[in-house]
């Protein structure tokens, strides 16, 4: 049964809703994912222009799913553009996260959004659902339609090079 509701006695009350629970998860992991909040934007809008054009039949439970994969997608997309790796990634002021109070804590969270933004993008994917959206592995596996082995074996070697790149620094 489809959650998405378009019929005319409550037109957009199915997207409204969505939007209002989803849309800062969806902007949250496209912003770690890409580390421009503007290019995030964009995705979080064009995800959310998919789900009313497209009108899919979405399942009760699953609806974040469907715009996280979305979302990923899209993001996926971006980065593996040419412009994207040339004048992004090499500029001076990305910068993924807004400050916090604490100086010790500001660097420490930099440097591992720094150290996730450069993971493998099939890295980057698991860490960022898996710590950043709580979701477990064999979500993940669904979600992205991988072998849960495959996840837990992404997610390990993620948390490896993590753990090598922040002891280098």
Avoid at 10 to 36: E, K
Avoid at 41 to 69: H, M, S, Y
Wanted: charged content about 25%.
């Amino acid at each position: 049964m489809s959650v998405y509701s378009s019929d005319s006695s409550s037109p957009g009350n199915g997207f409204s809703a969505l939007y209002d629970r989803y849309a800062t998860d969806v902007l949250r992991v496209s912003y770690y994912y890409l580390g421009n909040r503007q290019q995030a934007e964009d995705v979080t809008q064009e995800v959310f222009i998919k789900l009313l054009t497209a009108q899919p039949a979405l399942i009760e439970g699953k609806e974040k799913a469907w715009l996280l994969k979305v979302a990923l997608n899209k993001c996926r997309d971006i980065w593996k553009g040419s412009w994207y790796k040339r004048v992004v990634l090499g500029h001076p002021a990305f910068e993924l996260f807004p400050a916090p109070e604490e100086t010790d804590r500001i660097v420490e969270e930099q440097a591992l959004a720094k150290a996730v933004n450069q993971l493998p993008p099939e890295f980057k994917e698991v860490i960022l659902l898996y710590y950043y959206q709580g979701y477990s592995t064999s979500e993940i596996a669904d979600l992205l339609q991988l072998a849960e082995g495959t996840v837990s074996s992404r997610l390990s070697r993620a948390r490896s090079r993590l753990k090598a790149e922040l002891k280098e620094e």
